[in-house]
Every structure is written in structure tokens, then in C-alpha cells.
């Protein structure tokens, strides 16, 4: 009789056991199932957009209105005023008119100079346009708004300068007379160097526009940016201007 007991003990003990690591088990399955999956995606690159900002018009201040003009009395007649006596006037001497005055003989016009050109490129000088949306470029400038804004504006000046030296204008681009804007955008690391390149607006002109990427290739590396300027790699929006200057 105590065998049988012993041996119910045993059983029931086994069973306890295995019911409660059935139980740990489910439960850990389901918490684990309950956790959310970390996200992979990768933070973007910051833009930087050298285009300058249209500039807008104030709008017109209205004007306060003046005061109100009092209403005249239609019905109540004007007094007439008293007459002046007729004072006798001094008798003049004989004056003889002044002889006209006669104008200077107007000075000859000198032959103008010579009409000279000169064909410049600039990369900081370019006019505002759409190359960007308008929702892209908010973004970048509004992600810069927080970083030290001396040190990026030295960085875009050195940048825009380091380019300029490496531009060069086509000859036969400036024979043809070819004018306009490229704008690139270049991909920029911590130390300087170019990850990539591409045109997001032509010139209109295959020549500008290869003209345009060889300065970039040129100038590779350029000037790293300041540590402010996170995330890594910035991206950079630049105008570049081929344009024929004439002097008269």
C-alpha cells in the first residue's frame, strides 16, 4: 500500500512539472511575439541648397482713412465782402525790355569707345529657380537652422571658391555665343571627398552642361564640411552659371 502511494506521489509531481514548463513556455512565446520589430531603414542625407531665395514683396500697408470732412451748410448765404478803395498807382518810368539770353552751343558728343565682351562663369551668382522642390528645399533649409550658421556659411563660401577655380569656360561655347545655368547636386563625406554627382537641371547646352561635371571631377576632393552638419554623407546643391558679359 505504500508502494502505490509513493508511486502516485511521483506521478503526480511529474506531471506538475511538465504542466508548468509547458505553461513557461507558452507564456515567454507570446511575449516574444508581442515585441515590435526594430526598424532598418536608414536615415536620409542631408540636403544643402546654395540656389538663393527669391526675394518677395511686401505686401501694401493699407492707409488709415482721414478724418471726416465737416458738411457745409448749403442754406446759409456767403457774406459779401466790402470793396477796396481804388488806390492811384505811382507812374513808371519807360523800361526797355532785356535782350534774350542766348544758349550755349551744346557740346559735341565724343565717339564711343570700342564694345568689348567678356565671358565669365559663376557659381555663387546664378538666379533662383525650381530646381528643387520647394518642399525639398524647406526641409534643407530647416535642418540647417539648428547648426552653427557661421561655420556652414564659411564651408559654402570656401566650397563655391574651390570650385571656381577649377571652372573653365568651353571655347567653342563662348565662340557660339552658348549661355546658361547647370545645376548639380554632389554627395559630400566627412573628409571632403565626392561620392557621386549628377546634373538635376541642364543649361539647355550639352557643352555647358559636360563643362559643368568636369569642374565637379576636377575639384574632387573638396572642402569637408564642419561636424555640425549631420547626417553624413550632405548633399549639395550647386548653380553653375555660364554667362557672357559684355562692357560698353
Known amino acids: 500500500m505504500n508502494g502505490c502511494h509513493r508511486g502516485w506521489v511521483r506521478w503526480a509531481g511529474g506531471f506538475a512539472a511538465a504542466l508548468a514548463l509547458h505553461t513557461a513556455a507558452i507564456g515567454a512565446s507570446l511575449y516574444w511575439a508581442r515585441l515590435p520589430d526594430t526598424p532598418t531603414t536608414p536615415m536620409p542625407a542631408l540636403l544643402v541648397d546654395m540656389t538663393p531665395e527669391p526675394k518677395t514683396a511686401a505686401p501694401p500697408t493699407d492707409l488709415p482713412p482721414g478724418p471726416p470732412q465737416p458738411a457745409q451748410d448749403a442754406a446759409r448765404p456767403k457774406p459779401r465782402p466790402k470793396p477796396k478803395p481804388e488806390q492811384p498807382k505811382p507812374p513808371h518810368p519807360d523800361v526797355e525790355p532785356l535782350p534774350a539770353p542766348v544758349p550755349d552751343p551744346a557740346p559735341a558728343e565724343t565717339p564711343e569707345a ?117 547626417p553624413m554623407p550632405v548633399e549639395v546643391m550647386i548653380p553653375v552659371d555660364f554667362s557672357i558679359r559684355r562692357k560698353w
Do not use: C
Open 114 to 230: 570700342d564694345n568689348a565682351h567678356e565671358s565669365e562663369a559663376s557659381l555663387a551668382s546664378a538666379p533662383p529657380s525650381a530646381a528643387l522642390p520647394s518642399a525639398e528645399q524647406a526641409a534643407g533649409r530647416q535642418a540647417l537652422s539648428g547648426i552653427g550658421k557661421t561655420r556652414v556659411s564659411n564651408w559654402q563660401g570656401a566650397l563655391l571658391a574651390h570650385l571656381e577655380r577649377h571652372r573653365r569656360y568651353p571655347r567653342e561655347a563662348e565662340r557660339a555665343g552658348l549661355q546658361g545655368t547647370v545645376y548639380v547636386r554632389i554627395s559630400v563625406d566627412r573628409q571632403g571627398n565626392l561620392l557621386g554627382w549628377r546634373i538635376t537641371r541642364g543649361s539647355g547646352h550639352d557643352l555647358l552642361d559636360e563643362a559643368a561635371l568636369a569642374t565637379v571631377q576636377r575639384a574632387n576632393p573638396v572642402p569637408p564640411p564642419p561636424p555640425d552638419i549631420t
